[in-house]
């Protein structure tokens, strides 16, 4: 009996039905994704790459200092989001808001928003959300589009992985 509950839980995991996290990301490896993107937004010239670095690391940096699920950052709102940055100059707490709409965990009203208020520099793990949001925004305007969500993506059929282009090599 043991046997059977225990495959059944094996492969509920392996299905994708069960999904729990094994660890979170130490600090370093954090940093060291910091840094990598870094270095690729300083040696990129096109505003094309440029917007898909901004973008990885709105995801990546932002997704880790603000705490949202996978399933709510494409609800981020542009506009809202981009009037927040004046704040990113305030003294003595730098900041900005991602503005959230649609529903959530949380929150299952139909049209409902709200502010998740992020530092712009982190205090003891020194990372720069306010740095990321502020270089997608700006490529964003850019492009002339100020409204809609922040990270749109355009569906293109799915293709095996050895057609997809290694963008970090």
């Known amino acids: 009996m043991w046997f059977a509950t225990r495959f059944m839980r094996g492969l509920q995991r392996r299905h994708g039905q069960l999904v729990k996290q094994d660890w979170?990301?130490?600090?370093?490896?954090?940093h060291g994704v910091d840094a990598a993107l870094e270095l690729k937004w300083n040696s990129t010239t096109t505003?094309?790459?440029?917007k898909r670095v901004a973008e990885m690391g709105v995801w990546f940096i932002v997704g880790?200092?603000?705490?949202l699920r996978g399933e709510e950052f494409p609800l981020v709102k542009l506009a809202g989001t981009a009037r927040s940055l004046k704040f990113l100059s305030e003294l003595p707490t730098p900041h900005f808001c991602l503005v959230i709409s649609g529903r959530t965990k949380g929150?299952?009203?139909?049209?409902?928003?709200?502010k998740l208020p992020?530092?712009?520099i982190t205090r003891g793990t020194h990372l720069q959300p306010g740095k990321w949001i502020k270089r997608l925004i700006d490529i964003i305007h850019s492009e002339g589009r100020t409204q809609g969500r922040?990270?749109?993506q355009t569906l293109v059929p799915p293709q095996p992985c050895e057609f997809q282009d290694d963008f970090f090599t």
């Open 47 to 50: 505003k094309k790459n440029k």
């Open 118 to 120: 992020i530092a712009s």
């Open 150 to 152: 922040l990270l749109q």
């Open 24 to 30: 979170a990301p130490p600090i370093k490896v954090i």
């Open 64 to 67: 880790i200092c603000s705490e």
């Open 107 to 114: 929150n299952r009203n139909s049209g409902a928003w709200f």
